[in-house]
């Protein structure tokens, strides 16, 4: 009765959205170029992905809005993160941006929760949840027109247990990836076919160079340092448009980007951009109280490698397990980590509709 309740709530709530509210999300100052977060943005879904393995994918973490979340399981979804350290999760600031107001102003941290541990964002078996003691960025506003330092560094409030059977941090790229490398990018969303897919969806993409971005894409100028693009710049059909924004973009398997902005999905020419790990390595460990020229303390952040993981795990030392599906279909997508966020985001603005309107529901 009451998800039949919540499901009307829902569905009145969609249907009578004023458009511009629909649309809040999606403002910025540029027109048809807008620089968009990949999670607002209208498809927001992955389109040729497939469905992601666990084992690929144990660093995955939601982050939710906790009172949507604590009225019904899955809904508070909003952005996707990694857990890089069994205490630690990066995900992407503008995340965090209120999208009422929506001036680059941040929503208190104590307003989400992070979930992770299964695949089917509804499905509580084997996850843990957490709550933000400590949210580290570089800005107090963010930067809606440059999407600049879209990075944030998570404190849980607690820890995940080594060995957790469907959890494990990832390692951090040290270093820029090389042109060409294949990578693969995740989130939740819509399929091509317009079924709502519940379960994490990856999606593969090839990193194109800083320079060859700015040079060849139409995105130009836009990209600034801390930026990388990863896509199929000529034919387009394939972009990132994946992942939830703020999930990762995991490459050999690491962890090099984090899902930021795109502009429409899957365009020619238009790839898609991510947060570059490795520009922010040092400030992520320092931030997180690691030597970053010290042998490495947290898992992967070693001299050198990384990756193939030592051991089960989020101990101390050992992490990332491959990330590697291997080749995927690749897809484009909507626009970037629009995932969920086409639902999950209109669901968090209305909140308080939707509260009124499950209290009118319930009482029928
Ligand atoms: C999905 O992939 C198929 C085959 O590769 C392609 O024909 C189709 O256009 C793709 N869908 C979208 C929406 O790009
Ligand atoms: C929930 O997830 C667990 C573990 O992945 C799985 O075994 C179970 O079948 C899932 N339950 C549902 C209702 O999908
Ligand atoms: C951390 O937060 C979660 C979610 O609120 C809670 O269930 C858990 O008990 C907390 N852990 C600690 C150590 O406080
Ligand atoms: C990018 O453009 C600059 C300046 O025009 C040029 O020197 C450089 O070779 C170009 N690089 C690539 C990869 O196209
Ligand atoms: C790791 O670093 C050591 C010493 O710097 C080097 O000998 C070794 O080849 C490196 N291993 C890999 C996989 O790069
Ligand atoms: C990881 O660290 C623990 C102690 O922190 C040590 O006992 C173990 O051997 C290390 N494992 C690897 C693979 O280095």
Known sequence: MIALAQLLAVALLLTSLPAGLRGATTRTRYDTKAIRSRFSEDPGRIINGTEASLGATRHQVGIRKALNDGYFFGTGHLCGGSLIRPGWV?????????????????????????VMGNLDRYNRTNTLTFTI????????????????????????????????????????ARFAIAEGVVCQVTGWGNREDGYVSDILMTVDVPMISEEQCINDSDLGHLIKPGMICAGYLEVGEKDACAGDSGGPLVCQSELAGVVSWGIKCALPKLPGVYTEVSYYYDWILKNMGEDANGEGSGEGSGDNGSGEGSGEGSGDNGSGEGSGEDGSGGGDGGDGGGAMAAMAGTLTLLLPGILALRLMATQF
């Open 90 to 114: 990066l995900t992407a600031a503008h995340c965090f941006v209120d999208q009422i107001i929506y001036d680059g102003t941040f929503v208190p941290k104590e307003e989400f929760i992070v």
């Open 133 to 172: 003691d400590e949210r580290i960025m570089q800005l107090d506003i963010f930067d809606l027109t440059t999407y600049d330092k879209d990075i944030a560094l998570l404190k849980l409030n607690d820890t995940v247990p080594t060995g957790h059977p469907t959890i494990r941090p990832i390692a951090l």
